[in-house]
């Protein structure tokens, strides 16, 4: 099996997760940076459903397709980054733990109404211990809540850095992408 | 698979064939890992004799690297399905494969230093 690269021609990959609640702007955040029209990779699942999803009327149903928005953002000629949008339903974690692994880091996109949504997506990556900052979309414009209230309201770890941004706004959520890489590297220094 | 000759169902309706019917009911492929990631190159002829048509299509979008993911995703297909028609396609040396590096007791490494700095400068400089 080929593993090497045997050419200059084949990028590096690198991946981030865009994590959060339903309906939050994770398509919308995705959607500002990506270089590409963002794509949905799907992932049909068997008997995955049973016993959670209401199947009445329907007994003959025995699959449910999971989608996952990703993005792509060429960084140089030798690495490529791919955002990817995990599927909102808590039942889907194995396809988080497929897109967690090897990841750089995680974005939680948090909207201060419904900052509860954001919560399984937080314990997720504390659990597995994946890097990740809390960027809390502000669709109107309007700050609320200060980061540290919403870092209280969460129970964050003090080192977890939470960000203000516009899930529209293409240089707002470069500057999301860069605050999560350099908390990656300061974690490594910590560690190091 | 992408063509509008029915008047009567559209791509709402979802493939009429069903999912895993293109792999022969496998789920799992022969041989590889395919990490969404993953690249794919082709390094046969997509009018290779006695292929599927969604292994041509693969061959034919290939020519240049292409993550698992975005071809899945070009193609219109499960991406259970996409990896086994890789494996498949992957044991008959029609592809080659360019994995994330791995470390066997670690699994997937993470990005070193130097290229999370490169992601950094490459993200400014957006």
Redesign the interface.
């Known amino acids: 099996m080929a593993s090497e690269r045997s050419d200059g021609h084949v990028p590096l990959a690198v991946k981030i997760l865009i994590a959060g609640g339903f309906g939050v702007g994770k398509t919308t955040l995705v959607s500002a940076v990506s270089e590409i029209r963002p794509l949905q990779t799907e992932e049909v699942l068997t008997n995955a459903g049973i016993g959670i999803d209401d199947v009445h009327g329907v007994e003959g149903k025995r699959t449910t397709t999971v989608a996952m928005d990703f993005g792509r953002i060429s960084i140089n000629q030798d690495i490529v980054l791919y955002l990817f949008g995990t599927p909102g339903q808590d039942r889907f974690w194995f396809l988080w733990d497929e897109l967690a692994l090897g990841a750089l880091g995680a974005v939680v996109l948090a909207d201060t109404r419904r900052l509860n949504d954001c919560f399984p997506s937080v314990d997720y990556f504390e659990r597995r211990s994946t890097p990740f900052l809390v960027a809390v979309n502000c669709f109107d414009g309007v700050q609320k809540h200060s980061a540290t209230q919403i870092a209280k309201a969460l129970d964050l770890d003090p080192d977890v850095p939470v960000v203000l941004c516009d899930a529209r706004d293409r240089r707002s959520i470069k500057d999301v992408l860069i605050a999560l890489v350099e908390h990656v590297m300061t974690l490594k220094q910590v560690a190091a | 698979m992408t063509e509008r000759g029915h008047d009567w169902l559209d791509s709402d309706a979802g493939p009429v064939v069903r999912?895993?019917a293109v792999t022969g009911g496998r789920?799992k492929p022969a041989?590889?890992a395919f990490?969404?990631?993953?690249?794919v190159?082709s390094r046969a002829d997509p009018g290779e004799p006695n292929l599927l048509p969604e292994q041509r299509a693969i061959l034919a979008r290939t020519s240049?690297?292409v993550?698992v993911?975005?071809l899945?995703?070009?193609l219109d297909l499960?991406?259970?399905?996409v990896r086994v028609l890789l494996g498949d396609l992957?044991q008959q040396r029609l592809i080659?494969?360019?994995?994330?590096e791995?470390d066997q007791s670690v699994?997937?490494?993470?990005?070193d230093?130097r290229?999370?700095?490169?992601?950094?400068?490459?993200?400014?400089a957006?």
């Open positions: 999912p895993y789920a041989v590889g990490d969404l990631v993953a690249f190159v240049e690297p993550s993911a975005e899945a995703s070009h499960a991406l259970g399905v992957l080659e494969m360019y994995e994330p791995y699994g997937p490494l993470r990005p230093d290229i999370l700095k490169a992601v950094v400068n490459g993200l400014r957006l």
